[in-house]
């Protein structure tokens, strides 16, 4: 803290994003990146890039990639906004839709940076209680003050909610933005995207991070009527032109393009996640019906922080939530088959040693 801050700063609250630790033989399964790498397609079209413009500025909309994304999604190019990540097309959303004054709402549990963009931005919000399943009760959405926005798959449940209900959210905010955040919808049902012709207020965001194993390259965008498009672009250009970079750019396009190697990679992590499920309950934990690429669980008896540190000690990173209702969960990102089963070797191992050492009580 420091005088010299503006009040923006001094309220700011920053999201901690999971650990990155690069450490050899570390089995990584806390932010939900893909285990697989992307089309060999992106480092193609990412070489053949560094051979030509880099001193040019990009597209400043990254025009061939809209297009791209926006045939892809069966829309046009003004359906569409591209952004450096979804978190970056996340805080522009929040800037564009969202006002000081009027309450936004999204549940109780969900993405942690809702309330962070919601503080930066002086913008309100009221957090609406998961059902005792942890999952979204559609009637709580209606009717909000200042807008809407929640994952689907909500995170870190990894629950689906089905289209009609978001559909109904939709029709129930007729004067607010109401965004869905897709960041998992691949691994999912179907995705809310067909509804935007139908609902004006509807903004669907989309990542390239998760299903398209591009978390390094950092690509978002957002899917709605042209004047919610343009609303973004207004707030975008009002802060940098160029928030995506030639590499970027190109490296997307191919990934978007290869659409068996995506459907492949989506499907084996899909399998993954039905075994590793079921080995979770052969180990003693409630496991909740995940649509996405990780997995939420808690262990009967054991305290899921316990679980952390010890897997944690032992080369494994899972993702601990210390906070009330989630504190004894553990959401555990789907890697390779190895990794998994390198994960229940371990898993098996520290579970073991703390029913040995008489450690049962949870936190
Ligand atoms: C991972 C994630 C994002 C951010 O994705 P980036 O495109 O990498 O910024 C957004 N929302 C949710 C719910 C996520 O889990």
């Known amino acids: 803290m420091s005088k010299l801050w503006s009040k923006m700063a001094l309220r700011a609250d920053p999201y901690i994003p ?15 990146e893909n285990p697989y790498p992307p089309s060999p397609h992106v480092a193609e079209a990412i070489t053949q890039e560094l051979d030509r413009k880099l001193n040019l500025y990009p597209s400043p909309t ?5 297009e791209t994304i926006a045939v892809h999604h069966q829309l046009r190019p003004e359906n569409v906004f591209i952004g450096n990540g979804s978190d970056e097309v996340l805080a522009f959303a929040f800037m564009a839709f969202f006002d000081p004054g009027k309450a936004i709402r999204f549940p109780a549990i ?30 709580s959405f209606f009717q909000s003050d200042g807008g809407v926005i929640f994952p689907n798959p909500n995170a870190p449940t990894g629950i689906y909610l089905e289209l009609e209900h978001i559909a109904d959210i939709a029709k129930n905010n007729a004067g607010t933005v109401v965004i869905i955040d897709e960041a998992y919808i691949d691994f999912a049902g179907e995705s809310a995207v067909s509804l935007i012709n139908t609902y004006d207020n509807l903004l669907i965001v989309q990542t390239m991070s ?29 802060f940098n032109s160029y928030t995506l970079d030639r590499l970027a750019i190109v490296g997307a396009e191919a990934a978007i393009r290869d659409q068996q190697y995506f459907a492949q990679q989506v499907e084996r992590i899909v399998q993954t996640r039905e075994w590793v499920t079921k080995r979770l309950k052969q180990n003693g934990f409630t496991v909740l019906p995940s649509q996405a690429n990780f997995i939420f669980a808690n262990h009967y008896k054991l305290s899921a922080k316990l679980l952390y540190e010890k897997l944690k000690r032992n080369g494994v990173l899972v993702r601990y939530f210390d906070k009330p209702e989630i504190d004894n969960y553990l959401r ?10 390198v994960f229940f070797e371990k ?12 450690v049962h009580a949870r936190v």
């Open 18 to 32: 999971g650990e990155q630790i690069d450490g050899k033989g570390i089995i990584k399964l806390n932010t939900n």
């Open 62 to 66: 990254a025009d061939s990639l809209r």
């Open 110 to 139: 969900t993405y942690s940076f809702y309330p962070v963009y919601a503080r930066l931005f002086d913008i309100p919000y009221e957090t609406v209680p998961l059902a005792r399943d942890f999952s979204i009760t559609t009637c």
């Open 210 to 238: 998760k299903s398209r194993s591009l978390a390094g390259l950092r690509i978002g965008y957002a899917l709605g009527n042209a004047k919610l498009i343009e609303a973004l672009t207004r707030i975008k250009n009002s």
């Open 332 to 341: 555990i990102t789907i890697g390779t088959d190895t990794a998994m089963t």
């Open 347 to 358: 898993l098996g191992a520290v579970i073991a040693e703390l029913v040995k050492d008489g």
